[in-house]
């Protein structure tokens, strides 16, 4: 056991007997909203996730390689055919099954890291509870027929609408320069916005019940947990894409988001912390901030990006306080009237 080697810290004795491993407690968000205001710590993880080869500078790999190699050129998307959706389909299907594919192969059919930095104890589940009765082909097929459907649909309507010129489009970078490297940031602090509303809406009580509980019956989750969501959940998750439909953006900004919404979320819900390779760590991967939410519900419905969950009383922070007052909140939330 080398993780001296790779700065990662195991879990102290005592510190939360309810995991296996989770990452230093308390956990927290991102400063960029603290008062006083921290413009060091703020400009640190601004910037911070993109100087390795971890989320997000993956999904812009994913993004350049796609629209400099394989996009569709725009006078052929005006109209609906198939060849030009096919081929936005092939993308978006591929990349999903082939990370999906891997990162499912690594961390649990060859146990690469074996049970290092995994967050809960237990294997992926056979339960009836489940589609097929199997937790990895109940996500597998609601991951591919609802998550990897949705995404593509508004893909191909965003790319119908933008090359028929019906949607504002930023056409080349030098066009605007600042802007298009500045929408990059704007994205991820979208995302985690739009996120964090879309969630609590498929929080309230009849949702749940009917949609939103496909996704929850991950209580331990896996890489192909992450798109796993009713076709309903799954509309409105990508309907993320709706801002390149009102502001002005390239297709790599389009790309580059449809990756962050889809291989982000096989990443972090990866239920390791880290990706190791020959005990150095080598990619982040899962969020324990929603691993969380997996196990207590009614916490974490947002992201690190905007500490939304802070300011409406759901931050739920590792501790045993923490899961505490998220128990007695869920109580009071779902106490008879
Ligand atoms: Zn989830
Ligand atoms: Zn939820």
Same mark, same amino acid.
């Given at each position: 056991?080398?993780?001296?080697? &790779?700065?990662?810290e195991q879990?102290?004795?005592?510190?939360?007997?309810? #995991?296996? *491993?989770? !990452?230093? +407690?308390?956990i927290d968000m991102s400063p960029i909203f603290d008062l006083p205001p921290k413009p060091k710590a703020s400009l640190k993880w601004l910037l911070g996730t993109w100087l390795k080869f971890s989320p997000p500078v993956n999904h812009l790999i994913f993004a350049l390689i796609t629209v400099y190699f *394989?996009?569709?050129?725009?006078?052929g998307m005006q109209h609906f055919s198939a060849d030009w959706m096919l081929k936005i389909t092939a993308i978006l299907f591929g990349s999903i099954i +082939?990370?999906?594919?891997? %990162?499912?192969?690594?961390l649990y059919v060859l146990a690469g890291q074996k049970m290092r930095l995994k967050f809960d104890v237990r294997p992926m589940e056979r339960s009836s509870r489940f589609t097929f009765g199997h937790q990895v082909w109940d996500n597998v097929f609601w991951s591919l027929a609802s998550g990897a459907v949705s995404l593509t649909l508004w893909t191909i309507l965003y790319f119908y609408l933008a090359s028929n010129g019906w949607t504002p489009a930023l056409d080349t970078f030098g066009s605007s320069p600042v802007w298009f490297i500045l929408f990059f940031f704007v %994205? =991820?602090? #979208?995302?985690s916005f739009h996120f964090y509303w @879309? /969630? =609590?809406?498929?929080? @309230? !009580? #009849? %949702?749940?019940? &009917?949609?939103? /509980?496909?996704?929850? =019956?991950?209580?331990?989750?896996?890489? #192909?947990s992450g798109l796993a969501m009713h076709p309903v959940e799954s509309f409105f998750y990508f309907s993320s894409i709706l801002i390149h439909f009102v502001l002005p953006t390239h297709p790599l900004h389009v790309f580059f988001h449809m990756f962050s919404l889809s291989l982000g979320a096989l990443i972090s819900h990866a239920g390791f $912390?880290?990706?190791? @390779? =020959? $005990?150095?760590e080598t990619l982040n991967a899962g969020s324990f901030h929603h691993q969380l939410h997996h196990r207590y519900f009614e916490c974490n419905y947002g992201s690190e990006e905007i500490p939304l969950d802070r300011w409406f009383g759901s931050f739920h922070d590792g501790t045993e306080d923490a899961t505490l007052r998220i128990r007695a909140r869920k109580k009071l939330l779902f106490a008879p009237k």
């Open positions: 056991m080398k993780s001296s080697e &790779t700065n990662i879990v102290p004795a005592g510190q939360s007997k309810a #995991w296996n *491993f989770h !990452p230093k +407690l308390p *394989f996009m569709p050129s725009p006078e +082939l990370l999906g594919t891997a %990162l499912h192969l690594y %994205l =991820r602090f #979208w995302q @879309i /969630h =609590r809406l498929v929080h @309230i !009580p #009849w %949702l749940f019940k &009917t949609v939103h /509980h496909l996704h929850h =019956r991950n209580v331990n989750v896996g890489p #192909w $912390d880290k990706l190791l @390779i =020959r $005990d150095k």
